[in-house]
């Protein structure tokens, strides 16, 4: 690694005086996206894509000090250019371009290929190091298209109103529930629980327009809420929010939900593969895209992709991070969220 | 063969057998006669053999995708299943093949006497008219393994809502001899086939764990005290020189049992008999690990009967001659099962021993010494007391042995099958010997689901390996272990083996410092 090292703190652009998302306090952090296992509390200094800025301001706070800057308009700190390219991840999600004397290197954060409805979808970055995530790094992993995930989301609502159930949506509360909401757009009325409907604000806050929706809290009335669309964060699986929900049929929306075993394993009613990283062709197409000679593998099935990408001739190391490994990681951290 | 993918789909999402049994119901309204068969016999194990290796289809998907062979077992091992595997790194389909289930079963089972080359060629065509789902469903047709959680008895439960056909009578029928291709479906529910009278079973007497002070049962004459076994709970059937095996789940398992079936013929007259089908080799109890290798097997194989040999132990009898003892006292009905029992010549049949006492205070030594020869605990019931239907409280009280626990720590972990297969369910257990780690139990079980996710996410973190099903993983997460029974074993490097081992508790508190030595393990049989 040029320029940049692996530390205790997280990764160091060592000329740059900055970390890139940090797993402990540091004085300058340069953040992806605003997903709690990439932004992380107790930061001196942040610096995020513009539609990451309202969205750290509400999980971390207020008063941090954070700037906040466009795609594809670079920035220069302590003689390194900075710059954001579209990640596909989530709304504000970006890969973090740095150059130093004439050497490229980009770190994706978290990044998926397949456009959506409501990402700015992502682009490859020619670049000599490439640092990459690898969650879905299988080959078993192929997602659809979102035309086709649209038609099976919105089918199954219609299937359960035919049955006279309530259709509930299982996923995380940053990024899955926009999509999923958008997805399902003016099938019927959408109701989201607060931790979604905060999220929402400060995603609005900041230019983006989101399909309407309704905050449900605890005293619904069982009326409006029959036969609709309700959008919940997966720790409320189990939640007496949800066994209050009226012939509730519920779906996990999950890269996960791709296997079986995962589909079975959480008693739920359905269990659709809606994943904001990249599958298997996604991650290789973006590998080769970069043209880079050496990659970086980070969270996920590291071992399995480096070991690949070496067989097929592109120099690939393992990189150990502390970035979620899984959705489950994520699930608590929004568990304590909704307690505090 | 896109309603019976969906079928299958709506199966396996749920863990509600209520809902398992509406689909079903659902698919039986609409799917063709030859399919509903078919259908019957797959779930039920009536499945055509295999006409294409595992190791070719393997192959050629390999040979499609271009995938080396390192990381297709790596695919392999993250999904847990071949077929499903093989479904999910293929392609998408080029083209869409839409045949009923039937169909595709005919087409297998003349492939079976094709060439490889001819093999081939069928299967990547059928892959590439085939989605996922279909192409998993297709692969799982030929691997005819349907382990999609659901027993005969839901099935049963199934047709019998459809059909409005007494559940038992419908297991006689689909357990009896048939096959798809020779009987219409309105005849296989009606039993044309069977004789239902000969087979009918009564429901199960059950006994509740005992909640009281012996004192408080009364006098100690009025009880009949017995052991209580872990193998199959089973009513036996002779009317009309037919014999039947039931399970306590009221399933047929008559086949499985051939032994048994011809010892029972011996017996004179008709009878209907409750008993414990243990395995039981040179006079002595095997575990019920033992009698599990001979559970659920298409073909018992003269050298299992060997290796797993069966016996009877007859608590009860329910039936004689065509009288319903049932209301008879349990007093009248001993002496009538020792009377048949005089004419017993088989040395597989044994009647339950009715343990002799005095005091309520002898018993307690008597249910602990239980624990040697593989025995549960005591089983107390009333002298005066009917064979009730089902659980009835102060009648019938089981006893049992008290677990023994050590605490042990994780040395490895491997996921599960099924449903737990996207986590690590599989745990080895070791404890202190000297300087080193000894395996003692494996176990699988007393968990919840939310403490599996969290020990799968450790594992992730800390397993020394990165590739493979079986993950080595740092000796830090403490276990107490429970287990029936323990007894020096030669076959186990620890020198010990424990019985029916399971998870008591994650003991959070404790570090590897604190499990148990080999010492304070064998320590347990002394004691016991």
Known sequence: MKFIKYTKKGIYCIPGKFYLDPWYPVDYAIISHGHADHARWGNKHYLCHNDSKAILKHRIGQDISIESMGYNAPKTINGVKVSFYPAGHIIGSAQIRLEYKGYVIVFSGDYKTQPDFITVPFEPVKCN??????????????????????????????????????????????????????????????????AIANLNDAISSSGNQLPASSLITTDFNKKDIQNKIVILPPALLGSKLLKRIPNAATAICSGWMHIRGNRRWKGVDAGFAVSDHADWDGLLEAVKATEAEKVYVTHGSQAVFSKYLNEIGIEAYELKTEYGEDELAKQDTLKTETVS | MKDFSNLISAIEITNKTNAKIEAIVNYFKVAPDKDKLWLIALFTGKRPSRPVKSNLMKEWCMQITQLPEWLFLESYSSVGDLGETLALLLPNPENEIEKPLHVWIDELINLKSTTDAEKKEYVLKAWNGLRAQERLIFNKLIGGSFRIGVSKK???????????????????????????????????????????????????????????????????????????????????????????????????????????????????????????????????????????????????????????????????????????LRQVSMVQRRNKLEELFTQNTSTILKLSEVIQFKKWDELDDLRNAARSFNSEGLMLKKKSSNYHVGRKKGEWWKWKVDPLTIDAVMIYAQKGSGRRSSKYTDYTFAVQNEDKLVTVAKAYSGLTDKEITEISRWVNKNAIEKFGPVRTVKPELVFEIAFEGIAYSKRHKSGVAVRFPRMKRWRKDKTVKDIDTIESVKALIEAN
């Open chain 1, 129 to 194: 190091e490439f640092i990459t995530e690898s969650t879905f790094g299988l080959p078993v992993y192929k997602w659809k298209t979102e035309l086709e995930l649209q038609t099976e989301l919105q089918n199954w609502v219609l299937q359960n109103q035919q049955n006279n159930r309530t259709s509930v949506f299982l996923g995380y509360s940053l990024g899955k529930a926009q999509r999923i909401m958008k997805l399902v757009e003016d099938v019927d009325a959408i109701f989201v629980h607060s």
């Open chain 2, 154 to 324: 839901t099935l049963v439960n199934a047709l019998s809502k459809l059909s409005g056909i007494a559940a038992n009578q419908l297991m006689h029928s689909i357990i009896g001899r048939w096959t798809p291709n020779t009987i219409s479906f309105d005849d296989l529910l009606s039993g044309e086939h069977i004789n239902y009278d000969n087979s009918k079973p009564y429901p199960f007497c059950l006994a509740y764990a005992l909640e009281k002070e012996l004192q408080d049962l009364g006098s100690e004459n009025e009880w009949q005290v017995e052991y209580k076994w872990d193998g199959i709970r089973g009513q036996i059937i002779k009317r009309e020189d037919e014999v039947f095996i039931w399970s306590r789940g009221e399933e047929l398992v008559t086949q499985q049992f051939p032994e048994i079936v011809e010892a029972v013929s011996q017996l004179p007259g008709s009878f209907v008999i409750d008993g414990e089908i243990l395995a039981i080799k040179d006079s002595a109890v095997l575990l019920f690990n033992d009698l599990q290798k001979r559970l659920n097997r298409k073909n018992v194989t003269k050298k299992l009967l060997e290796e797993v040999p069966v016996g009877l132990y007859i608590y009860d009898i329910l039936e004689q001659n065509q009288i319903d």
